[in-house]
């Protein structure tokens, strides 16, 4: 049996044996990436509620989903633009930085506790495939079930991000 059947055949029977009984299903929008549940919560959306469950999708019937803490890192790197083709010499490649960084991450995973993790995106690149880019973004979550391993990751992950602009050469970044 799966467990949403079961669970809205449970509810519907205590609420037909309970008239006062009241249930509101309530979605969070915006959830990934700005906290939708916060502004429900300073809008008053929560104020009569006495017992709250959450559901998360997944690709399964999980009866369980752990809590995670988590650092929304971004990490922009300034190099200097120049003709790829012209003077490729005179340019510093912030490209070539997000790409070590994502790549010195996805090598670190390895080394990673089985409860950790680390995700992210290159999310600029560049202009046009003719001009050595002068700017690169990255913006990685880092996940841990506890605080004080939060720190540890981020810890390592800068170690990652400061490797990249080191080896590149004149790439500065933040």
Not at 77 to 105: F, M, Q
């Amino acid at each position: 049996m799966r467990t949403q059947p079961a669970a809205a055949a449970g509810l519907k029977a205590a609420v037909e044996s309970q008239p006062e009984l009241s249930i509101t299903v309530l979605g969070t929008p915006a959830e990934e990436a700005i906290g939708g549940k916060i502004d429900l919560i300073r809008a008053g959306a929560f104020t009569d509620v006495d017992l709250i469950f959450m559901a998360h999708p997944a690709q399964q019937n999980a009866p369980f989903l752990p809590t995670v803490t988590i650092a929304e890192v971004s990490v922009k790197y300034h190099g200097k633009a120049s003709h790829a083709s012209a003077y490729p010499w005179e340019g510093v490649n912030a490209l070539d930085a997000a790409v070590l960084a994502y790549s010195n991450l996805s090598v670190l995973r390895q080394q990673l506790k089985p409860e950790w993790r680390l995700h992210g995106i290159i999310k600029h690149g560049g202009v046009k495939p003719n001009i050595i880019p002068a700017y690169s973004e990255l913006e990685f979550y880092l996940r841990t079930p506890q605080l004080r391993d939060l720190w540890e990751l981020k810890a390592k992950a800068e170690a990652c991000f400061r490797a990249a602009a080191l080896v590149t050469g004149e790439v500065r970044w933040r």
